[in-house]
């Protein structure tokens, strides 16, 4: 079955630092790929996703995020955070076409911002 | 685009008793997913409906069941409540399954006593 860690519990940035949060998925095929956002009593909105193809996806908000097949890897990234980007953030896998599956998502990563 | 919406937005039941929750698609949308979101961890996959066929389930016992109904809004049933039952449960609606990416409801808060 596949899995999805999220290394970082907790990430402290200052306001216009960069930023790259850590996935790791395990899995034997390319799976999809999703980073989702959770703003406290919100449900989760999509960022980006990841199918095939560039290896580098722009989302919404200013985020991007890089798929490495040899690391297992799809790290989200963000040049210069904002204060409203505190939330949490979590990966998610995806192996099947349509998704009957679901998705397995990753415990998440919270991101404070430091002014 | 009306989003997700999703009834009631707190509930608090007893051990044993029988919950119904309630989601309301997006416009458009043809499948509903429904997860649970312990404290501090990511959602889990309950089951999805398509078509108003449930044809994916998580590893959720029976007491977890599901309808979706000709507009695509859905209930989430749980019976026989338990304490671990006791979670944030988000419906996640979508075209054709969640390739193009879910659009989450704002979730239910449920704490089971």
């Known amino acids: 079955a596949q899995s999805v860690t999220q290394p970082d519990i907790h990430i402290t940035v200052s306001e216009g630092a960069s930023l790259e949060l850590r996935c790791n998925y395990s899995y034997g095929a390319t799976p999809y790929l999703f980073w989702y956002v959770q703003s406290p009593g919100q449900g989760l909105q999509l960022l980006l996703k990841y199918f095939s193809g560039d290896t580098l996806v722009q989302g919404i908000k200013g985020f991007e995020a890089e798929f490495k097949r040899s690391q297992s890897s799809f790290n989200l990234r963000k040049p210069s955070v904002h204060w409203s980007d505190a939330a949490e953030y979590f990966c998610a896998v995806g192996v099947s076409g349509g998704g009957a599956d679901g998705l397995t998502f990753g415990k998440g990563t919270h991101l404070i911002i430091q002014p | 685009e009306t989003g997700v919406t999703q009834s009631p937005t707190h509930l608090i039941k007893t051990r044993g008793q029988q919950v119904t929750l309630r989601c309301s698609s997006q416009s458009g949308h043809n499948t509903v997913s429904w997860y649970q979101q312990a404290l501090g961890q990511g959602p889990q996959f309950i089951f999805q409906y398509y078509r108003e066929e449930e044809n994916g389930r998580g590893n959720f016992p029976p007491r977890f069941s599901g309808l979706q109904f000709p507009n695509y809004s859905s209930e989430l049933n749980v019976n026989a409540l338990e304490l671990d039952d006791s979670a944030l449960y988000l419906c996640?609606?979508?075209?054709?399954?969640?390739?193009?990416?879910?659009?989450f409801g704002s979730g239910t808060r449920l704490t089971v006593v």
């Open positions: 996640a609606s979508s075209f054709e399954g969640w390739t193009p990416g879910y659009t």
